[in-house]
Nanobody
Framework: QVQLVESGGGLVQPGGSLRLSCAASGRMFSINKMGWYRQAPGKQRELVATISNTGFTEYGYSVKGRFTISRGNAENTVYLQMNTLIPEDTAVYYC?????????WGQGTQVTVSS
């Protein structure tokens, strides 16, 4: 089993920045992918960004150039630096870890972009 705990969400004004963190615990596999997804009210969950254990990254179209995903020194942590936030970024952000053909999800953290 794997547990994921997100932190760093909150309320920010348009144009501002936030940094989300996700820490995984439990049985870790060296081959894995971690990432962030988000879900706004009335919309489907969508990809924000992912990063593999080799450092390969993927980004959703709407966040390219504004968000940056990275790994911590510990293999089990991942960060999402969000810059130039816009109201359309408002959503619950979920951390996900994929390993051994299984997906694990965090409980989510709310990000609200509003003046």
């Amino acid at each position: 089993q794997v547990q994921l705990v997100e932190s760093g969400g909150g309320l920010v004004q348009p144009g501002g920045s936030l940094r989300l963190s996700c820490a995984a615990s439990g049985r870790m596999f060296s081959i894995n992918k971690m990432g962030w997804y988000r879900q706004a009210p009335g919309k489907q969950r969508e990809l924000v960004a992912t990063i593999s254990n080799t450092g390969f990254t993927e980004y959703g179209y709407s966040v390219k150039g504004r968000f940056t995903i990275s790994r911590g020194n510990a293999e089990n942590t991942v960060y999402l630096q969000m810059n130039t936030l816009i109201p359309e970024d408002t959503a619950v952000y979920y951390c996900k870890r994929t390993q051994d053909n299984r997906d694990y999800w965090g409980q989510g953290t709310q990000v609200t972009v509003s003046s």
